[in-house]
């Protein structure tokens, strides 16, 4: 499924839709390659990635106290700090940022958004792929069109 997808550009941002999550990892892995740096934020435990490649770092969006570099997902500032340190120490590396809908259910789309707006402005300053994945009908019409106005799409069922 991955092979199918439009050759991304370092510099820009994507909004992953219309796939299984697998996939949207699959490409993040891809993309990193053994060579680059990355940074993953998502709501799977950091173990599901570790190993796979020695320069990823793992955020992990829970709820829970842990060992494993974590988030609570009402801790937005936090996140986004993460964000820019990650890009503009790490130029041309690649950025997934996952659980849109699950940092959502703790705070306003707006501020998911202008997270979002802000690494897509991160990524074309340092030359970092970002992608952002949404699960499909996760999010209404209306946020998941102001997503696409600020991202371009890769994933589509057509595609």
Known sequence: MVGSVQTLKFGESYLITNRIFDDASELFYKEAGDDKKGLIIWRNHPKKANGKNKNIRTIWITNISSESEHL?????????????????????????????????SFNTFKEILHLIQTAKDLAAEHNVLFLTYIGTSTLDIQE????????????????
């Open 72 to 104: 609570q997902p009402h801790e937005i500032e936090q996140l986004s700090y993460n964000i820019e340190q990650f890009m503009s120490e790490n130029e041309h590396s690649v950025v997934l940022l996952s659980s849109i809908e699950y940092l959502v």
């Open 144 to 159: 998941e069109n102001l997503l696409r106005q600020e991202l371009t799409v890769v994933g589509e069922r057509n595609e």
